[in-house]
């Protein structure tokens, strides 16, 4: 951190395409050390960890601002659990012992970066290389981000730009979809305690992609020429 900014770097920058492509967890939880001055690492005193927690905090302060309500972001993702200090914020701030999200606060980040209008719109450009899928059969994995969840929905020629996120508990998608018929949508879906059904997303978002794709319903003329 340098006057209260962070220091754009190359490790940043590896750190965030890792992160947003990939979806790597010790990629996301050195963004967040980054942005709020805190590690992991042995138990604090309490007083210590009240100065860590505000610190942590400051990402849902940053939101909070902007008006985003009933979601906590300030905890890293865990591969097997929270140790040391991370397990003790657990312990003491119960209610944010996980994160959260709703869909509205993560269509409206997602609809913000779209259209330019988050931090700047060079920063919101950047977001969408990060974010931009190549849905195409022969371009990955069938089961990457790319070809699974809302992808597996579209018809070929549809550009995406996409974040999937998948747990032991949850799968969820947020696609931002323009179709060659020129239609454009944001789709977010989030589903719990079904991660392991990679039918239910898809399955969704075909039934919006059809309602976009459908031709327009002919209005009869009224009245005399």
């Avoid at 960890?49 to 902007?66: G, I, P, Q, T």
């Avoid at 709703?102 to 269509?107: G, P, Q």
């Avoid at 988050?118 to 790319?146: F, I, W, Y």
Wanted: charged share 25%; hydrophobic share 40%; aromatic share 8%.
């Amino acid at each position: 951190m340098e006057d209260g900014k962070l220091k754009d770097t190359p490790e940043l920058r590896r750190a965030m395409r890792d992160m947003i492509v990939d979806s790597l967890n010790e990629a996301t939880g050195y963004l967040v050390d980054s942005l709020t001055g805190t590690t992991s690492g042995p138990e604090l005193s309490l007083a210590e960890m009240e100065d860590w927690y505000f610190k942590r905090n400051a990402v849902n302060r940053y939101f909070a601002s902007l008006g985003y309500t009933k979601i906590n972001v300030n905890r890293k993702p865990w591969c097997e659990g929270p140790y040391g200090r991370e397990m003790q914020s657990v312990q003491m701030h119960k209610p944010n012992h996980r994160n959260w999200l709703t869909t509205d606060a993560t269509a409206r980040l997602l609809t913000e970066i779209v259209t330019g209008q988050t931090v700047s719109a060079k920063r919101c450009a950047e977001m969408m290389e990060l974010l931009h899928r190549d849905p195409a059969p022969e371009s990955g994995n069938k089961n990457d981000q790319a070809h699974a969840y809302t992808a597996l929905a579209l018809p070929s020629g549809a550009k995406l730009w996409s974040k999937a996120g998948w747990t032991s508990e949850t799968r969820h998608d947020a696609a931002y979809v323009e179709l060659p018929n020129g239609a454009k949508f944001i789709l977010v879906i989030f589903t719990v305690d079904h991660a392991n059904e990679r039918e239910i997303i898809p399955a969704i978002a075909k039934a919006i992609v059809e309602s976009f794709s459908a031709p327009p319903l002919a209005v009869p003329l009224t009245g005399a020429l």
